[in-house]
């Protein structure tokens, strides 16, 4: 019977991609019936989509570069809804559209391949060869990462933090800390209307003095108010169209928060940058989060234990999450009352970072994932040249058949903590403030 590790190794990833994505997408649409929400969740599914089949990508291109035989590239699982040959290559889609596969002659040595194709089989080929093909996926996934920074950088900028300009005002004053910073501060039961809305302060105004004290930003102001009594009356001086006006306010007291309350929200004002500083800024964003990512993969074990805490944002479990943790993050932001600006920015970032883990964990020297393929290539490499050196006959391939044990028993406990992860977020998720 033909049996091909590497393509196991690719139908389990995508299986798995294809069942989260599935999970996901059912549980949300029963569990939430706010369209922003919804837009939000299909928009992550449609960038898990394409992240899964530029990696796919990845391997096809580098395969075809060198000569490899590639048979099938397919977008999907099940049945086949369409193809077309063009060459030796079927290109097609499946009936479930959730990932997708590239299929390279001769992955492995428990590949039979007919004699005539052993050639331009992917076992033939010098190592460095089939080390590209392998890494091409990660790679594809760093590009991927990498262009949306740039993109975000470029195109919306980043928010300048230095500002004291009033974006909105608050309507009421939230019964505690908690409610303050939830997603509907003014829901259920509130202690009033803000102190900003009852003096008078409008979005647009920029706010210059508090109690005779100056304050040219959003830093300052939070100083100035700390400095400050709650329910006692004081001036405010804000610019509006060019002038100084002079508001009395009365800070409110809120439950577990230890700054007065007034009730306005910052402007956000966002900077672009230069196509250099664009690539400045996605080179160090993306070691900042390639280096989290690390942190994350080794916090992972210690933070099993506390997926089910009550108090699981304090520990390392409210670090990590799935894939439907992510969804439901995205479907948040995009719900959020945000500026479009801040919205395009979370979701970019999200996108981006899930890119840079996937990468990285795919990279990991385990089977099936590429980096267990790569370990292997390596080692058969490594294995030619001692021989060489010693003047010994090339023991060649590893017998890759010796490994599925190990590669079952990875997968296995990949699958374990998957879903893990998922069932934490779903009965104790880790909601994101926005």
């Not at 389990?12 to 997408?25: M, P, Q, S």
């Not at 989509?49 to 796919?56: A, C, G, K, P, R």
């Not at 007065?260 to 500083?277: D, H, K, N």
Request: with cysteine.
């Amino acid at each position: 019977m033909r049996q091909d590790g590497r393509q196991l190794g690719v139908l389990a990833r995508t299986r798995g991609v294809l069942l989260v994505a599935a999970i996901v997408a059912l549980l949300l649409l029963l569990a939430h019936r706010h369209l922003a929400f919804l837009l939000g969740v299909v928009i992550f599914v449609v960038a898990l989509v394409v992240s899964v089949m530029l990696h796919e990508f990845g391997h096809f291109l580098t395969a075809k570069k060198f000569g490899m035989r590639v048979t099938q590239f397919f977008l999907g699982f099940g049945t086949t809804l369409w193809s077309f040959f063009r060459g030796e290559t079927e290109y097609g889609v499946k009936a479930l559209p959730f990932g997708g596969f590239v299929r390279i002659t001769g992955m492995t040595s428990m590949e039979e391949v007919n004699v005539d194709d052993e050639p331009r089989s992917f076992r033939y080929k010098p190592g460095w060869q089939r080390i590209i093909v392998l890494a091409a996926g990660s790679i594809m996934h760093f590009v991927l990462a990498l262009f949306l920074l740039f993109v975000l950088a470029v195109a919306i900028g980043q928010p300048n933090d230095s500002t004291n300009l009033v974006g909105s005002i608050a309507t009421c004053v939230p019964r505690s800390a908690a409610a303050l910073n939830s997603t509907s501060p003014c829901a259920g039961h509130n202690l009033g209307r803000s102190p900003a809305q009852v003096s008078g302060i409008r979005g647009g105004d920029r706010v210059v003095a508090v109690a005779g004290q100056p304050v040219s930003s959003w830093n300052q102001l939070h100083a100035a108010l700390k400095d400050q009594q709650a329910g006692v009356p004081i001036p405010v001086v804000v610019q509006r169209a060019g002038r100084d006006v002079t508001v009395q306010v009365t800070l409110a007291h809120i439950p577990g928060r230890a700054v007065p309350y007034l009730g306005v929200e910052q402007a956000v004002l966002y900077q672009r940058s230069s196509v250099l500083g664009a690539v400045s800024f996605a080179g160090s964003q993306f070691a900042d989060t390639l280096t989290s990512s690390a942190s994350a993969i080794a916090k992972l074990p210690s933070a099993i234990p506390d997926l089910f805490a009550k108090d699981r944002s304090k520990t390392p479990a409210g670090e990590v999450s799935s894939i439907y943790g992510v969804g439901q993050v995205t479907g948040d932001v995009v719900e959020a009352s945000l500026p479009w600006q801040a919205k395009v920015t979370l979701v970019l970032y999200l996108v981006a970072s899930l890119n840079i883990f996937v990468g990285a964990f795919n990279l990991l020297p385990l089977l099936p994932l590429d980096g267990g393929h790569l370990a292997v290539v390596i080692y058969e490499r490594f294995r030619s040249g001692l021989a060489r050196l010693l003047g010994r006959p090339d023991p060649g391939l590893v017998d890759i058949q010796k490994l599925v044990p190990v590669s079952v028993l990875v997968f296995a406990v990949l699958l374990g903590i998957g879903t893990l992860l998922i069932a934490a977020d779903i009965f104790n998720p880790v909601h994101l403030q926005v």
